[in-house]
Antibody, heavy 115, light 112 residues
Framework: DVQLVESGGGLVQPGGSLRLSCATS????????MTWVRQAPGKGLEWVAN????????SYVDSVKGRFTISRDNAKNSLYLQMNSLRAEDTAVYYC????????WGQGVLVTVSS | VVMTQSPLSLPVALGQPASISCRSS???????????LNWFQQRPGQSPRRLIY???NRDSGVPDRFSGSGSGTDFTLKISRVEAEDVGVYYC??????????FGQGTRLEIK
């Protein structure tokens, strides 16, 4: 079975940093684009970033460009999201998602940006 | 690409059909000839789950009462007979013209 398990969320002050991790299993990680999607409390889904199989291509939603960095370690079957200069509007559940077409989703991890 | 869903709230009696519309601001026909439009279900307290990919293909394990149709910029998700477990929010999503990948606002289905 495909499994995606996020970790690293929590409470952080505005301007702070967090690094999210996503441990994967049940599929050949290096064969797939990977994606982060977020959902603010009570709101809809928002695509955050994508990364190609070998890490050579990355894309971001405009609101996080220059602040967030997506990366991956194919040897560890893991996906990451480094989040810097966090703002209150970054408060959300962050989902690790397999593929651009979003076939499989993790359970999500909550990031709360507040003083 | 802006994805616009309607209605945003959908009360439906058990056993009755339901229909959700999703319109895109640009055609979702890719250069490879495929149309990439997906539908997701998010039950209360759960992660989203993909139901339909490339307009009309049901994912494994998805009941056949769910169907997708449409073309170009106009798409529909239909539930032939609503069951209690169908309560939740439904989203369309386009991974054709990106970045950014975009979702519709979501349609909340409730039992009348």
């Amino acid at each position: 079975d495909v499994q995606l398990v996020e970790s690293g969320g929590g409470l952080v002050q505005p301007g702070g940093s967090l690094r999210l991790s996503c441990a994967t299993s049940g599929f050949t990680f290096s064969n797939y684009w990977m994606t982060w999607v977020r959902q603010a409390p009570g709101k809809g889904l928002e695509w955050v970033a994508n990364i190609k199989q070998d890490g050579s291509e990355k894309s971001y939603v405009d609101s996080v460009k220059g602040r967030f960095t997506i990366s991956r370690d194919n040897a560890k079957n893991s996906l990451y999201l480094q989040m810097n200069s966090l703002r209150a509007e970054d408060t959300a559940v962050y989902y690790c998602v397999r593929e651009i077409a979003a076939r499989h989703w993790g359970q999500g991890v909550l990031v709360t940006v507040s003083s | 690409v802006v994805m616009t869903q309607s209605p945003l709230s959908l009360p439906v009696a058990l056993g009755q059909p339901a229909s959700i519309s999703c319109r895109s601001s640009q055609s979702l026909v890719d250069s490879d000839g495929n149309t990439y439009l997906n539908w997701f279900q998010q039950r209360p307290g759960q992660s989203p789950r993909r139901l339909i990919y490339k307009v009309s293909n049901r994912d494994s394990g998805v009941p056949d009462r769910f169907s997708g149709s449409g073309s170009g910029t106009d798409f529909t998700l239909k539930i032939s007979r609503v069951e209690a477990e169908d309560v939740g929010v439904y989203y369309c999503m386009q991974p054709t013209l990106w970045p950014p990948i975009t979702f519709g606002q979501g349609t909340r289905l409730e039992i009348k």
